[in-house]
């Protein structure tokens, strides 16, 4: 395991426990090429009300704002505590975004490798490198304790 990828786990950890207490704790980073955080975001579907507040997302949009060239993430890294969803997936192609690495993987809906693999299908222009399962058993560990406290399974 790379001790970069690694660090970029942990930080997306730290940005998953912000997460509102009503929120699924799951926190994603964007670093530029030289490893340097450009945004966190965590979960806010419940506290915004907004279906689109996915981590991913949020920190999307803030990366781009403070990026410099709109809203292309050439040679980005996302880092993200859960394998992304067919929306964050779908975003990460659009914002050409360079690599995604994440924790844990999500056999019902990730869309990076499990169910679907949306980043990698080669009809699309632009497939960001993927590394899944970083920090694994730490980020599931997140889930767990959010479920088993929420719905006690």
């Not at 709109?70 to 779908?90: D, F, H, I, K, S």
């Not at 995604?100 to 222009?125: H, I, N, Y």
């Amino acid at each position: 395991m790379s001790r970069d990828d690694e660090r970029m786990i942990r930080a997306a950890i730290a940005a998953a426990r912000t997460a509102d207490d009503a929120d699924v704790p799951v926190g994603a980073v964007v670093f530029d090429e030289f490893g340097t955080e450009l945004a966190r975001a965590a979960n806010a579907r419940e506290q915004y009300g907004d279906p689109t507040a996915h981590a991913e997302i949020l920190a999307l949009r803030e990366a781009a704002r403070r990026h410099g060239d709109g809203w292309r993430l050439e040679n980005a890294t996302l880092a993200v505590t859960l394998e992304p969803c067919t929306m964050c997936a779908g975003a990460l192609v659009l914002a050409r975004v360079d690599r995604v690495v994440f924790g844990a993987w999500e056999p019902k809906t990730g869309a990076v490798g499990s169910l679907w693999d949306v980043v990698r299908d080669r009809r699309l222009v632009h497939r960001p490198k993927v590394r899944g399962g970083v920090l694994e058993d730490e980020c599931a560990a997140l889930l767990e304790e959010f479920f088993w406290s929420h719905r006690g399974a």
